[in-house]
């Protein structure tokens, strides 16, 4: 039905950057929403930031000022760009979609297989 397709993750030094991307393919009518959503050991998933199909975008208060979310409409892929990365940062980042489906018309939401970020002192 939907596949996504993450990368980008990887080992960093505080202060450095990273770039998620996160590409949906399949049957796929229209995306409602894009985002990520991050696990670090010990914690509950949370929500990093998500961005809506009329470009509205939120970010957990965390990140605010560091992280910025985008998307390429065309080529249906949502990018997490971050910066000033922490050692709290440290955890595995998953690709969130809401998707309205063509063969039923139902949305639903899909996961990506995540990918480890981890931000050394």
């Known amino acids: 039905q939907v596949q996504l397709v993450e990368s980008g993750g990887g080992l960093v030094q505080a202060g450095g950057s990273l770039r998620l991307s996160c590409a949906a393919s399949?049957?796929?009518?229209?995306?409602?929403?894009m985002g990520w959503y991050r696990q670090a050991p010990g914690k509950q998933r949370e929500l990093v930031a998500t961005?809506?199909?009329?470009?509205?975008?939120n970010y957990a208060d965390s990140v605010k000022g560091r992280f910025t979310i985008s998307r390429d409409n065309a080529k249906r892929t949502v990018f997490l760009q971050m910066n000033s990365l922490k050692p709290e940062d440290t955890a595995v980042y998953y690709c969130?979609?809401?998707?309205?489906?063509?063969?039923?018309?139902?949305?639903?939401?899909?996961w990506g297989q995540g990918t480890q970020v981890t931000v050394s002192s």
């Open positions: 961005v809506t199909s009329g470009g509205v975008t």
């Open positions: 399949g049957s796929i009518y229209s995306i409602n929403v």
């Open positions: 969130y979609v809401l998707a309205q489906l063509q063969v039923l018309g139902l949305t639903k939401v899909y």
